[in-house]
């Protein structure tokens, strides 16, 4: 592989399916370690997760790139348009630079929504070691309320407590807070499970479990092999078990939203 170009010499279901409309898709990546002519090095390995118009979750895509970039990104993204991905309508990843560089240029259209608990853990780069435990636990706090209005009325609270103390948080939380409360403009039935990528990490859970295993890859080709082979056992799982969104949900809040767009005009 050379620059951010993927990996192709395994074939699999999960990466070869033809797609059908994922109103919501979750993205990420992992590095495992592969021996490369001689040399060991971390190589990405991009997955995605989409939820369809029926409410089942299944796993799209799983690729392995040299790095995280914007043009590793944008050809993972590539790949799942050119086999049919359209409908997205709502993306949670982390704030990854190239990632969000791509999505604007491959998914214009869709909303995206920062991970929060990404977002929580940059909060402890703009605080001191000992900082007060209440801070960041009133911080999350704003995630579990009804709707953003409400939480934006907390963060306004939450930052005059905070200001004095912790100036260089608040400043960066202000500034970059919003991208983490797209998720309000969902049902809320939908809330819990697409304010995070905690879908997407508890997947790389497994396969760090069975990828430890084998700490060093020989060559690309196995470390994909295997990874996908994860994937297609978890993907079939999931069709297995009853639907994880009502998206029943999605299709009334939209009437409604449509309803009061036409009242206000």
């Given amino acids: 592989m050379e ?4 990996s192709t010499g395994v074939s699999g279901s999960v990466s070869h ?14 590095y495992e370690k592969v021996r490369e002519g001689g040399v060991i090095r971390s190589q990405a390995v991009f997955i995605a997760i989409g939820i369809n118009q029926e409410g089942y979750r299944q796993i799209l895509g799983v690729e392995l790139a040299n790095r995280e970039s914007q043009t590793s990104w944008r050809d993972f993204l590539f790949s799942l ?5 359209h409908g997205v309508e709502f993306v949670v990843s982390d704030a990854h630079e190239g990632l969000r560089k791509s999505l604007m240029e491959m998914l214009p259209e869709a909303a995206w929504q920062r991970c929060y608990v990404h977002f929580l853990r940059n909060c402890l780069d703009h605080l001191p070691r000992k900082a007060n435990d209440d801070c960041l636990q009133e911080l999350r706090w704003l995630y579990d309320r009804r709707d953003v209005a409400e939480a934006q009325k907390d963060l306004s609270v939450w930052i005059t407590r905070w200001q004095k103390t912790y100036p260089k948080l608040c400043d960066w939380v202000e500034e970059n807070i919003a991208g983490t409360l797209t998720f309000y403009r969902l049902p809320r039935g939908h809330h819990k499970h697409l304010k995070s990528t905690n879908m997407l990490e508890r997947l790389n859970e497994e396969i760090t479990r069975r990828t430890r ?11 994909l092999r295997l990874i996908r082979a994860l994937a297609v056992e978890t993907h079939e799982g999931w069709l297995e078990e009853h639907r994880y969104l009502n998206m029943q949900l999605l299709a009334e809040h939209k009437r409604e939203l449509l309803r009061q767009l036409e009242e206000a005009a």
């Fill in 3 to 6: 620059g951010g170009q993927f």
């Fill in 17 to 30: 399916r033809h797609l059908q409309p994922y109103p919501y898709l979750i993205l990420g990546a992992r």
């Fill in 81 to 85: 348009r050119d086999r049919g991905l």
């Fill in 213 to 223: 295993v084998v700490r060093i890859f020989p060559n690309t080709e196995s470390c």
